[in-house]
Every structure is written in C-alpha cells, then in structure tokens.
C-alpha cells in the first residue's frame, strides 16, 4: 500500500512557529528530501489530555528494562549496525527494500539532507542497544517518525517493544512539555493499534478530530 498522500509542499522556514503551523494543517516531514512535507491522515497525541490507561500500564511494565534516551541529530555515534537494525526491520515489516541502510545513515548524519533533529535510543540496563526512533523535537511537538528496532529481541524478556518505545516517548514528550506528539498516520486496518492512546486525534483532511468510531470504518474500508 502506498504511502496517503492529499498534499505536498516544501518549506525553507525551519523556526519553530513554522513547524507548528505546518503540522497543525496535517503536515508531516518527509525522508524525500530537506524541507519536504506531505499532508496526511496525521495522528497526534493531545498531551494535556494523556493519561496512561490500564493497558498502558501492563506494557509499560513488560518493559520496565528498558531506557529511553534523547540525543541530537546528527548522531556523532552512527555505526553501521543501526543502518543493518533498520533495513532488516523495515525489510521484515513493510517489505524488502522500504528502507535503505544508506537512508538511515543520511538521515541520521547530513544536516543538509536531514530534517529530523532528535534521535530516540532505547536500551537495556546494561546499555545494550533494543531500538531507535527518528525524530523531530520542536519547542512544541515531537514527531515521533521512524522507529525501528531489533527483531531478535522480540524473543527476549522484553516483551511488546514497539508498544514500550511509543509509550516511553508520549512520556517524553508530556514532561518535556510539549503540547503534541505526532505518532505517524492513520491508512491501513493494521494503524488501529495507534488509537488506544488517551487524547488521541487524527486528520481528516480539514482538520482535527477525536471521533475514533469514524477513524476505525475508514480504516477497516482500507481507504
């Protein structure tokens, strides 16, 4: 399924206020190339009106081992396993070849080409590497874009990853104060696991809403 998208455009302003703006009409920043922004069924997180659930609670506590840690793009530290970490994730879950090694480490280290400025690393204990997320960190949002992370730790003690690093970064972004985390967007029946979230809203086209009934028939129509 290809990727939803109703508009595009390219920015040049990288403040903080333009940002905002252009996330608040639906847009999100793009791999393609600096400054590039699709207009998208977006999903956000009102953090104001967050609160862990019950559900949230149990993942958090299958992962209770592992550390999330925010560092700065570009990442001083790149090696070439996390570029292996993400095709091989990306590969397996999306199809071979959605994501490059070489993309990775562009995004990850050319200012130039890149606009994402924070990455999310999430550990064990003992600073073993589990997974990654790259991110955009404003005064404002978080954009929480492309997470990845190893596969063979599914098998491990550590139980729903993907789960634990999305609600480990919707707490990151709460005590950071941000008003907003842009979690991805919403256009394939297997998104619904993106609407469990206290305060969640989406875009549908003019602006936001928070009726989920609508989301999940849209969804569920695979449109």
Same mark, same amino acid.
């Given at each position: 399924?290809?990727?939803?998208?109703?508009?595009?455009?390219?920015?040049?302003?990288?403040?903080?206020?333009?940002?905002?703006?252009?996330?608040?009409?639906?847009?999100?920043?793009?791999?393609?190339?600096?400054?590039?922004?699709?207009?998208?069924?977006?999903?956000?997180?009102?953090?104001?009106?967050?609160?862990?659930?019950?559900?949230?609670?149990?993942?958090?506590?299958?992962?209770?081992?592992?550390?999330?840690?925010?560092?700065?793009?570009?990442?001083?530290?790149?090696?070439?396993?996390?570029?292996?970490?993400?095709?091989?994730?990306?590969?397996? $879950?999306?199809?071979?070849? +959605?994501?490059?090694?070489?993309?990775?480490?562009?995004?990850? /280290? *050319?200012?130039? &080409?890149?606009? =994402?400025?924070?990455?999310?690393?999430?550990?064990?204990?003992?600073?073993?590497?589990?997974?990654?997320?790259?991110?955009?960190?404003?005064?404002?949002?978080?954009?929480?874009?492309?997470?990845?992370?190893?596969?063979?730790?599914?098998?491990?003690?550590?139980?729903?990853?993907?789960?634990?690093?999305?609600?480990?970064?919707?707490?990151?972004? $709460?005590?950071?104060?941000? +008003?907003?985390?842009?979690?991805?967007?919403?256009?394939?029946? /297997? *998104?619904?696991? &993106?609407?469990? =979230?206290?305060?969640?809203?989406?875009?549908?086209?003019?602006?936001?809403?928070?009726?989920?009934?609508?989301?999940?028939?849209?969804?569920?129509?695979?449109?």
């Amino acid at each position: 399924m290809s990727y939803l998208s109703w508009n595009t455009q390219t920015i040049s302003d990288f403040s903080d206020e333009t940002i905002h703006a252009m996330y608040q009409q639906g847009y999100v920043f793009t791999r393609k190339g600096k400054g590039e922004m699709d207009q998208t069924r977006s999903v956000r997180v009102d953090l104001s009106q967050f609160e862990l659930s019950s559900e949230n609670r149990r993942i958090l506590r299958k992962c209770q081992d592992m550390i999330l840690a925010a560092t700065s793009i570009p990442y001083a530290e790149y090696d070439w396993s996390i570029g292996k970490m993400a095709k091989d994730f990306y590969d397996t $879950k999306f199809g071979e070849g +959605t994501f490059s090694a070489n993309k990775i480490k562009e995004i990850m /280290t *050319d200012r130039k &080409k890149s606009n =994402f400025n924070r990455l999310l690393k999430f550990t064990t204990n003992s600073s073993q590497p589990i997974g990654y997320c790259i991110a955009l960190e404003t005064d404002y949002i978080v954009h929480y874009s492309y997470p990845f992370y190893a596969l063979l730790a599914t098998g491990s003690e550590l139980k729903n990853i993907g789960m634990g690093m999305m609600l480990q970064a919707i707490q990151y972004a $709460k005590e950071n104060s941000k +008003t907003h985390i842009y979690i991805g967007a919403a256009q394939r029946p /297997t *998104d619904t696991y &993106k609407l469990q =979230f206290a305060g969640l809203e989406w875009f549908d086209g003019t602006g936001w809403s928070n009726n989920l009934e609508t989301l999940k028939q849209i969804l569920d129509s695979d449109v």
